[in-house]
């Protein structure tokens, strides 16, 4: 079964760190490009970072470049998402997604499968 689980959501200060973990089943991460994406409250789902299955190239948004990090765990199958100096405006539920595809993506129809979403809430 093909499945993607989310993980590491919490309630943090803002200036804190949190790690997301996106671990896949049924199917291998090496030849999948994954994207994380988020969606906040009354706001369209939008693209944060991904990673490109060809060549393990990586790309921000520019809302969280220098503070987020995606990188990819190869053994345990699993993506992550390093946090750091969140804001409120992080505040989402934050989806991992994958696809059999060379090249990343930020439209996300072009990713066939999806986690369920995990909640990153930053507030004093």
């Known amino acids: 079964q093909v499945q993607l689980v989310e993980s590491g959501g919490d309630l943090v200060q803002p200036g804190g760190s949190l790690r997301l973990s996106c671990a896949a089943s049924?199917?291998?991460?090496?030849?999948?490009?994954v994207g994380w994406f988020r969606q906040a409250p009354g706001k369209e789902r939008e693209g944060v970072s991904c990673?490109?299955?060809?060549?393990?190239?990586?790309y921000y948004a520019d809302s969280v470049k220098g503070r987020f990090t995606i990188y990819r765990d190869n053994a345990k199958n699993t993506e992550y998402l390093q946090m750091n100096s969140l804001k409120p405006e992080d505040t989402a539920v934050y989806y991992c997604a994958a696809d059999n595809r060379r090249f990343c993506s930020w439209w996300e129809g072009d990713y066939e499968y999806w986690g369920q979403g995990t909640q990153v809430t930053v507030s004093s």
């Open positions: 049924g199917f291998s991460l090496d030849y999948y490009s």
């Open positions: 990673i490109s299955s060809s060549d393990g190239s990586r």
